[in-house]
C-alpha cells in the first residue's frame, strides 16, 4: 500500500475537525520548544473540553479517540497509556486558540491527561500567539542537486 493510500484510509472524526486549528503546515515541535513564551498559571477547568474531542489515533491511524476514552480503559490504549505515564509534567503545556477561540494544546496532551488524572487544579502554560506560529513549520526536505 503507497502513502496516497493509506492516507485515504484514514478516518478523522469530525469533532476532531471542529476544533482543529487549521494550519497550513506540518509543526515541528522543537521549534514550538524554542519559542520564548512565558509560563503562566491556567486553572485546569479552562481546558477540561479538550478531553472529550478525539484528538488520538487508534492502532489503524484513524483520529477517533479521545482522551477521556483512553482513561476510562487505560490497559486497552497500552501506547497511549506509556506516553501518559512517561510524560514529563514539569514541562509547561503548549496551548493556542483554536479556530473556535478555545484554547487547545499544541504541545502536551499526555502531560494534560496525567496532571488531570493525579488531581492537579492548576497547570502551567505557554500561550502561543497565532501571530508567530509558523515559526514552528517544519522545515521541507531539500532537494537533491
Known amino acids: 500500500m503507497t502513502f496516497e493510500e493509506k492516507e485515504k484510509d484514514i ?58 476514552e483512553v482513561m476510562r480503559d487505560l490497559d486497552s490504549y497500552p501506547e497511549h497509556k506509556k506516553r501518559i505515564t512517561e510524560s514529563d509534567t514539569t514541562y509547561p ?13 499544541l504541545d502536551g496532551l499526555h502531560r494534560f491527561v496525567k496532571l488531570y488524572s493525579e488531581g492537579v487544579s492548576v497547570v502551567h502554560v505557554r500561550k502561543i500567539p497565532p501571530e508567530i506560529i509558523h515559526l514552528t513549520a517544519r522545515d521541507l526536505p531539500q532537494p537533491l542537486k
Not at 93 to 105: C, F, H, Q, S, Y
Open 11 to 68: 478516518y478523522v472524526d469530525p469533532r476532531h475537525e471542529e476544533h482543529s486549528f487549521d494550519l497550513p503546515f506540518w509543526r515541528d515541535n522543537k521549534k514550538l520548544w524554542a519559542l520564548d513564551i512565558p509560563i503562566e498559571d491556567m486553572d485546569i477547568n479552562e481546558l477540561l473540553w479538550i478531553l472529550d474531542v478525539p484528538f488520538w489515533e487508534d492502532e489503524g491511524g484513524n483520529i477517533v479517540l479521545t482522551p477521556r
Open 93 to 105: 503545556l503548549d496551548i493556542m486558540k483554536n479556530k473556535r477561540g478555545e484554547w487547545l494544546t
